[in-house]
């Protein structure tokens, strides 16, 4: 029988080992990828000590059955086997050894050679067997040990071998990582001599301590020193203290990699040049160079505390450098300061701002300013022969505003914008001066003029869109040669005179009055089968238009898409959607979260038919008087089969 000091020490082991994994996995930083192999180590050692404990439970007698001993033990096999894998992974991982994957597979060679004697001893004793309550060891128990060990002795080679070639600052760190290596090896061969003692849980717990103390610890107090630095780092790319007097250089920050370019180099203004000269882009050279020149640098900053020059990088874009002063004497610069900054976002915002201050943000042409900035500039040009100024307006935007909503009126401002871009702006430049206003300044010949002409009229008829199904632009063509002697502001004039022309002719042609509603409403009714006015949070309705003389089953707008749900009529792929659309609770969410508009599109089964569905889309609008706790809307349905 053994004895309680064997589960007792266990215990112990496995109780500090989980303060260390939860000291560590509180850690806020998220873990690199040799953190990651320690922790999932540290837990097995955690799991492995706590099996280990059960197995001392029995070996004393505190659990006494044959059966439990017997499990507790195989256990233990497969689990210190097993632990060899997660052993090694940590070596390797630290080691960042590129046979990582070779060694871990050979390893799972061995693992595979143990568990298959274990399987064995399951049916007949050849590792261990339990007697009357004792562990026994057979034939095979030997090449058991050994499987483990083979590889324990394996990753303290590996780790040897990373020692002896790292460099001077990283060999204090392999040293312990090979010490943690060899305390399995030492105290494994006690474990194969006394059986009955925790041999393997100490040396698994004293190789993590090793590790926690020597190496993770040390990584996180580092670690969080640079977090309090992380702010800087971010903010610049390199960070000097020059002392120019004696001609020395101190590094905070600098790039990963670069230590190689300073390699015998003791000058400050040798680390300098060669630093700046190595990632400067070619047509930076000579200035930057002048710039960080330290026997000029006291001359240039005699009145100044600090002194800035930005430059383009090979590859990190726009860069700022910056010295500061930090010790000065008579006028005389001892110590500077010197920073590099990465500015690249910067000055992409810049240009972003210039672009967007001369752009329409809704189309993204350019905009109003642009548009009267180019006018002054063409003050004092003489206006080119192939010259053409186009004046635009969109037709019957101020109608689909008023009856369909602004989003459709949107959608058409957006249509003629692409269609404008596609066709102009290629040979010149489109401006939005106004809602529903545009220009555009182009370079066309006489005889490509008429081409572009028709493949703009032939865009803009093809366009169809989801909540409105046509478009029409009115346009005012003007050449140079229409006024030989006229400035580009009186081309303009008689490109509007032109496009009102054309858009007086379109109203004509439509047959109804722009200033009345009546015709224009009923054009844009001739589009949609039913027009409601709905209240969803009142859950009520008003109909302003129905396609038939027939009256809705019930004064709730929500039993009238219930109804239209149970009617048998919705093709069954649509019908989920449909209902969970047109529910009020989701309706309300819906709009209240600012949302301009909800499209329902589903099948209906054609009147008369059985089998025969036609598609229909529900369009539902805020009204002008909706509000978020009295929320009123306009719900169209059309037929997009007819």
């Known amino acids: 029988m053994g004895y309680d000091m064997y589960w007792i020490s266990t215990l112990t082991y496995a109780v500090i080992l989980g303060i260390y994994l939860k000291k560590d996995t509180e850690a806020k930083r998220k873990p690199d990828a040799t953190e990651k192999a320690y922790r999932t180590l540290l837990s097995w050692v955690l799991y492995f000590c706590l099996q280990d404990t059960l197995w001392g439970l029995c070996d004393s007698g505190r659990i006494a059955s044959d059966a439990v001993f017997f499990f507790a033990s195989t256990l233990f096999h497969v689990s210190t086997v097993l632990t060899t894998f997660f052993w090694l992974n940590y070596v390797l991982v630290f080691m960042d050894d590129k046979k990582k994957r070779a060694f871990l597979t050979a390893d799972g060679v061995i693992i595979l050679i143990a568990v298959s004697l274990l399987i064995a001893n399951y049916f007949k004793p050849i590792v261990f067997t339990i007697r009357n309550g004792v562990y026994v060891t057979e034939v095979l128990r030997p090449v058991s040990f050994f499987c483990q060990y083979i590889v324990f002795l394996f990753s303290a080679i590996i780790a040897l071998f990373h020692m002896l070639t790292e460099k001077e600052e990283n060999r204090k ?27 393997y849980s100490l040396a698994y717990f004293l190789g993590c301590v090793i590790i926690h103390v020597f190496v993770v610890a040390k990584d996180r107090e580092l670690a969080e020193k640079t977090l309090i630095l992380k702010p800087l780092i971010d903010t610049f790319h390199t960070m000097h203290l020059i002392d120019i007097e004696n001609d020395t250089v101190q590094t905070y920050i600098q790039p990963e990699g670069y230590e190689f370019l300073f390699e015998g180099v003791t000058s400050a203004r040798e680390m300098v040049k060669i630093a700046f000269s190595h990632y400067i882009a070619d047509e930076y050279q000579d200035i930057v160079l002048k710039f960080v020149d330290l026997d000029t640098l006291s001359e240039r900053m005699s009145r100044k505390n600090r002194v800035s020059l930005e430059f383009i990088g090979k590859n990190y874009g726009w860069s700022r450098l910056t010295f500061i002063s930090v010790e000065k004497e008579n006028g005389i610069q001892k110590k500077v300061m010197l920073f590099s900054q990465n500015i690249d976002d910067e000055k992409k915002n810049k240009i972003d701002l210039i672009f967007k201050s001369n752009s329409d943000e809704m189309t993204g042409l350019n905009n109003r300013r642009a548009y009267e900035a180019d006018l002054k500039e063409y003050m004092h040009k003489i206006v080119p022969d192939d010259l053409v100024f186009v004046s635009m307006d969109i037709n019957e935007l101020k109608i689909v505003n008023d009856s369909i909503g602004h989003e459709a009126g949107d959608e058409i401002i957006l249509a003629a914008a692409k269609c404008m871009k596609k066709c102009f702006g290629v040979i010149g430049k489109v401006y939005r001066i106004g809602g529903d206003e545009f220009v555009a300044i182009i370079n066309a010949d006489e005889g490509s003029l008429e081409n572009i002409k028709e493949a703009f009229a032939n865009n803009v008829a093809k366009w169809s869109g989801k909540l409105v199904d046509h478009l029409s632009v009115s346009c005012g063509y003007v050449t140079k ?17 032109r496009m009102y022309e054309d858009k007086a002719n379109y109203y004509r042609r439509k047959g109804f009055d722009r200033r009345g509603q009546k015709d224009s409403r009923a054009a844009l009714i001739a589009l949609y089968s039913r027009i409601l006015k709905i209240n969803i949070t009142k859950d009520n309705y008003e109909v302003i238009f129905f396609d038939k003389d027939e009256r809705l089953v019930s004064e709730k707008i929500s039993e009238v898409f219930a109804e239209n749900a149970k009617s048998g009529n919705l093709h069954t792929d649509d019908l989920e959607k449909y209902i969970a659309q047109t529910n009020l609770a989701y309706m309300r969410d819906y709009f209240a979260r600012k949302k301009k508009s909800l499209t329902i599109n589903y099948r209906a089964r054609k009147e008369g038919e059985k089998e025969e569905y036609e598609k229909r889309v529900i369009e539902i609008i805020p009204a002008e008087d909706y509000k978020d706790d009295d929320q009123n809307l306009y719900l169209y349905v059309r037929y997009l089969d007819r």
């Open 481 to 497: 040669k229409d006024l030989p002697e006229g400035s580009l502001h009186d081309m303009s004039l008689l490109a509007d005179k």
């Open 173 to 199: 760190r392999a040293l312990t990582v090979f010490i943690f290596t060899c305390a399995p090896i030492l105290l494994g061969a006690f474990q194969f001599m006394f059986p009955d003692a925790p041999f």
